[in-house]
Nanobody
């Protein structure tokens, strides 16, 4: 059974930090690119940061560049999102996603999300 379980969300003051984790099971983690998405209230889900299967390439949406860092540990089947200098506009439910491109299509898995609230 495929599972992606996010953790590490919570309430933090502006300027603070959080580290999100996403533990994967039920599939070959090292064969999948991983991504963090977020969805703020009343807004569409947006891609925050992807990372390739080996961890060699990462990318970030402009609004988090220089503040967030995505990483992965294939031995632990876990992907992380280190979030520093948090702003109120970072408030959202954060989801992790696993993606593998195969002949004829793609395989995508989603976690259920973890809520991050940035407020004083």
């Amino acid at each position: 059974q495929v599972q992606l379980v996010e953790s590490g969300g919570g309430l933090v003051q502006p300027g603070g930090s959080l580290r999100l984790s996403c533990a994967a099971s039920g599939f070959t983690f090292s064969s999948y690119a991983m991504s963090w998405y977020r969805q703020a209230p009343g807004k569409e889900r947006e891609l925050v940061a992807p990372i390739t299967s080996t961890g060699g390439i990462t990318n970030y949406t402009d609004s988090v560049k220089g503040r967030f860092t995505i990483s992965r540990d294939n031995a632990k089947s876990t992907v992380y999102l280190q979030m520093n200098s948090l702003k109120p506009e970072d408030t959202a439910v954060y989801y992790c996603s696993a993606l593998r491109t195969i002949a004829g299509g793609r395989i995508i898995y989603w976690g259920k999300g973890t809520l991050v609230t940035v407020s004083s």
